[in-house]
C-alpha cells in the first residue's frame, strides 16, 4: 500500500499532505503500480467477464489492510457509470470495491454521483481529450459529506477522480482521499 499525493506522486504519510497539491483530493492511496502489477490482467478480465465477486473480495482485502488508518466522520463513494455502460456490464466495479470496502471497514456508502454523459473509454484517450472527454459529464444529487472516501479501480491520468472530487467540493465536500487498487 502506499499513499501518495494525487497530482505529482510525492510519497506521503497519514498525516501529512502535499504542500502544493492538495486542493481537490488530499490524498491517493493505492496498492500496486498498473504496469508493474499482475492484478492488471486479473482486474481487466473481471470487469469484461462480469465477475463482480473479484471486486468485491479485492475491496475487502483493501478494508483489511486500511482498517488501522483514522476514518472517523468518513463515507464511501464510488466513481459511477453511465446508465448505458453500467446495463452492458452488468454491474459497476467501483461500486462493488466500494461495498467490499464497507462492509471492513463499516462506513457509510454516499451513492448520490451520476454519470450524465456518456463518453468515450478514457484508456482510448490522450490527456488532453481525457479532461475533454469528462467536462460536465459527473453530477452529484444530494448534499454530499464532508469527508469522502472516493473509490475506483485504477487511476492513470487521475482526469476522473479529479472532476468527480471537483463536483463534490461545489458541493460542500471538504476533504476527498482517493483510493484505488492500481496507479
Known sequence: MSINCFLCGKRL??????????????????????????????????????????????????????????WEDYFIAYVPLHQKKYFQRGFNQAEVL????????????????????????????NLEERKNNLKDAFRVNKKPPERLILVDDIKTSGVTLKEIALELKKKGTKEIIALTVLR
Open 13 to 70: 504519510d497519514w498525516e501529512s499532505n502535499c504542500f502544493y497539491h492538495s486542493q481537490s483530493i488530499k490524498k491517493l492511496i493505492s496498492f500496486a503500480l498498473y504496469e508493474e502489477s499482475k492484478l492488471k490482467e486479473k482486474i481487466i478480465l473481471a470487469k469484461n467477464e462480469g465477475y463482480s465477486e473479484v471486486f468485491f473480495d479485492l475491496g475487502k482485502k483493501i478494508g483489511e489492510r486500511i482498517k488501522n488508518l483514522n
Open 98 to 125: 466500494a461495498l467490499g470496502i464497507k462492509e471492513v471497514l463499516d462506513l457509510k456508502i454516499f451513492s448520490h454521483i451520476e454519470k450524465i454523459k456518456e463518453t468515450k473509454d478514457q484508456s482510448e484517450l
